[in-house]
């Protein structure tokens, strides 16, 4: 969930834009806990891990942008950490620009006419953001050609 339906106390307007920060967590999980990384990490990513279960999610992305930049990393982290912290600008970018158009902007009587438009946008757009992170990063991070091959089932 994002944070500000974490937050929330009544009256809340579930966007789009919840929609793809949960979709950033769970990337941000699919990271931390790869199995193939559990042995690897370091005390600051086992911080971190942490608050992921407990569901301290403003703590987990302090920690995520304090991570030293260093080897004793694990891989998965190494390779995605800029991916991570790129996607999370942007999202915090389409939260103010959703409060801030949207929200700020809504009539008294607002209904779906109103809403459809932006929630298409704002959606949209963030799909976009995320094709051109890593669009950006395909060639260094996340392409296949720079992991090394899967060894031999067992």
């Known amino acids: 969930m994002s944070l500000a339906l974490l937050k929330a106390k009544r009256d809340y ?40 279960i407990n569901c301290r999610k403003g703590d987990a992305m302090v920690g995520l942008m304090q991570l030293p930049h260093r080897r004793k990393h694990s ?21 103010r620009m959703w409060f801030g158009e949207v929200v700020a902007g809504e009539p008294e009587n607002a209904d779906g006419e109103y809403y459809l438009p932006h929630f298409h946008r704002f959606a949209l757009q963030g799909i976009v953001d995320v094709l051109e992170i890593l669009a950006k990063h395909w060639n260094g991070e996340v392409s296949w050609e720079s992991w090394t091959a899967p060894g031999p089932s067992t």
């Open 13 to 52: 307007l579930h966007s789009p834009v919840d929609d793809l920060e949960s979709c950033f967590w769970v990337s941000v999980w699919s990271v931390f806990f790869n199995k193939d990384n559990i042995g690897d990490q370091s005390d600051e990513e086992s911080d971190l891990k942490d608050d992921l």
């Open 75 to 95: 891989n998965i982290t190494l390779r995605f950490r800029s991916i991570l912290l790129e996607w999370w600008d942007k999202i915090r970018d389409q939260q």
